[in-house]
């Protein structure tokens, strides 16, 4: 099973927890029950394998950094989301924003441009054109503004030399 699967995994977690107003530990043993998991092997490819440590680990990871962090991760999405009130983006959007913020915040091996990019891409399959746009527009805006400020930071460390 590759990263990316077990980023299609995470997300889907994610979005059922948000759904289902569940904590990380009970989604994943409802999800990754043999039954259950067993049942979508016929909706979808991603399904046929089953993770294995390492991945259970990243996707339990991710899970509890949406978590225990989603005040400030929503935070971030609601100051770039220009025009639209989180309530007001559909389940599937805010998790894939979700995913994608804590990615770039909080997971040190995933450079910011493969987490929109993978962000980007799960838009397209499990929302609309238009969502994969307003999410890469959402995450190009934050990251443009990071680097903004990071370079007036360095400018004025530079100044005070």
């Known amino acids: 099973m590759t990263r990316m699967t077990a980023r299609q995994l995470a997300f889907q977690l994610l979005f059922s ?12 043993a409802l999800f990754f029950s043999e039954d259950h ?12 394998e089953y993770p294995d440590d390492h991945q259970l680990q ?4 991710i899970l509890d950094l949406v978590c225990g962090n989603q005040p400030a991760i929503d935070e971030i999405i609601r100051k770039y989301a220009k025009g639209w009130k989180l309530e007001r983006l559909s389940n599937t959007s805010v998790s894939i924003l979700r995913f994608a913020v804590c990615e770039i915040l909080y997971v040190d091996d995933v450079p910011a441009a493969v987490a ?19 999410i ?7 990251l443009r503004a990071e680097n903004e400020a990071e370079h007036q930071e360095a400018d004025l460390s530079a100044d005070c030399t």
């Open 17 to 28: 927890m948000t759904e289902n107003r569940l904590d990380p530990e009970d989604a994943i």
């Open 58 to 61: 990243y996707i339990r990871n």
């Open 37 to 48: 998991y067993d049942s979508l092997k016929e909706e979808d490819l991603i399904f046929q």
């Open 116 to 134: 929109v990019n993978e962000a980007v891409d799960l838009a397209k399959r499990y929302e609309s054109p238009q969502a994969a746009s307003f």
């Open 136 to 142: 890469n527009g959402v995450l190009g805006s934050w």
